[in-house]
Each structure stands twice: as C-alpha cells, then as structure tokens.
C-alpha cells in the first residue's frame, strides 16, 4: 500500500488568515488542510503584535511549530537586541529565528538599521542554536554578504519566499541554507524563478504558502491559505520532472530536518 500524501507548509501567518470567529474556523481549517494531505505548519513571527499569537497556536496544536522575530521592514523605536530575542524564544515549540533579512524593496533611504537588526537576529539564532528563516528582496548581494560575516552556517536556515537569482540560492546551499519557494513559482510569469526551481538539489528545497499573501494558481489574487501548499508541490514536482509522491516526501523530511523536529510518518 503507498503510503499518503503528506506536506508540510514551511512559512505561513496563521493568525492573520481570513477566518471568523478565528479560533472556531481554524479547527475547521485544520479538518480541510488535512484533506488534502497538508499535516505540518510553521507559524511564523513578524512583529511584537503577533508574537503571543503564533506561540499560543503552536503550544495549542502538535502539529504547529513556531519562530520568533521581526520582519526587516517593520520599524519600531526601540531595536531589538540579542537579550530580548533569546528571552522571545524561550517559549515553547519556538523553532527558528525570523523572519529576518533585508527589503531594499520596500524600505529606502539608509537602511543600515535594517542590517543592524539582521545581524543582532543571526547572532541570537547561532547563541540558542536554531536555525533563521530569512526575508530578501533586491538584497541579494548585502543579504549573503551578512550571512557569511557574522558565520550564520554555523546554525543554518531557510531563504524563504525565494526571489533571488541561481548564484544566491548556491550560495545559501552552500552556507547549509534551504531555499523554500512560494505561490510566486506557479506564475505564468514567474519563468526565471521557474528555471531556477529546476536545477536546485530538491534535498534542499522547502515549499510554503507564506499565506495569506501570494496564493498560487489557480488561487492568484484570492487569500491564500496553508492548503494551498500542495499547488506549490506539485508545480516543483513538475519543474523536476519528479513524482509529486516524491517531492512531497522530500520536502517534508526537508522541513523536519532543518527544524529539528522529531522524524514523521
């Protein structure tokens, strides 16, 4: 008998889904998710407001995990420091670092505040030994360059939502990095990112939804939600020339492994 379907959506925002009342429609959410073979979720963090959020789904579900941090283009008055996301990430089922990196898309003028806090997230994660899911956006040079400086391989991570070229996804793999590829990839006119999804090494991929934001074909344009990971799955399964049996296997174990998580079946 084959064994089932089974993905894992590596980057979503749980707690800013389009669900009402939330905590009712979530538990329905979970029902239609598994469904369609979609089982594991990283609920990850993006500022001081949703932080109890995603700690209290994941300490409410055991198939939630969760991460700590602060989006590049928030902006606060006070920066965050190694103390403060340590104390952050001393809660239960905190498994990463991030999001965190560099947006030179959205954010001008001198950013090296921007870089500042990167760092200040790269040295909190390599002191508890986790790894860091990184945001970049026309950074791709400073965001690599980082990584090496301040020897972010030694604890390892995730590009998530790549939108990079192929010399940064080899340098990332090459730093211990996965590159975990959203919606964007199943775009009509996404066929550079596309061409880079079919040459990586699928030991190294990821796939997420980063929902609510960016929903796949054929979704684009609607909210997105975590089940909608297995669109992502099978268009990389196609790119690969690769059974979706496979590439639903191989990122799985993928996302087990970077976050240290117990082995599943």
């Not at 008055?77 to 990463?96: F, M």
């Not at 870089?115 to 909190?124: N, S």
Request: glycine content about 6%; proline content about 5%.
């Amino acid at each position: 008998m084959q064994d089932p379907i089974i993905w894992a959506d590596s980057h979503c925002h749980l707690d800013q889904l389009d669900l009402n009342p939330f905590d009712q429609q979530l538990e329905k959410f979970f029902e239609r998710a598994k469904s369609v073979g979609v089982r594991y979720f990283l609920d990850v963090c993006i500022d001081t407001d949703n932080l109890d959020a995603v700690c209290a789904a994941a300490a409410t579900y055991p198939f939630v995990w969760c991460s700590i941090g602060i989006h590049p283009n928030t902006e606060l008055s006070e920066e965050v420091t190694v103390d403060t996301l340590c104390e952050w990430a001393n809660r239960p089922k905190v498994v990463a670092i991030g999001e965190t990196g560099l947006d030179y898309y959205r954010s001008e003028g001198n950013l090296d505040w921007q870089r500042d806090r990167f760092r200040q997230h790269i040295r909190a994660a390599i002191q508890l030994q986790k790894p860091l899911i990184v945001h970049s956006r026309d950074a791709n040079e400073d965001t690599i360059q980082i990584l090496r400086e301040e020897k972010a391989g030694q604890v390892g991570g995730v590009l998530h939502c790549f939108a990079g070229d192929l010399p940064m996804a080899q340098a990332a793999i090459d730093l211990g990095f996965y590159i975990s590829f959203s919606g964007v990839l199943t775009f009509k006119n996404a066929r550079n990112l596309q061409d880079i999804a079919r040459v990586l090494p699928l030991e190294y991929l990821l796939v997420e939804t980063d929902s609510p934001y960016l929903a796949p074909m054929p979704h684009r344009g609607k909210p997105n939600y975590p089940d909608f990971v297995h669109y992502i799955g099978e268009k990389l399964a196609g790119l690969q020339e690769l059974s979706v049996e496979k590439v639903a296997q191989q990122t799985t174990e993928n996302f087990f492994k970077l976050f240290k998580l117990e082995r599943w079946r």
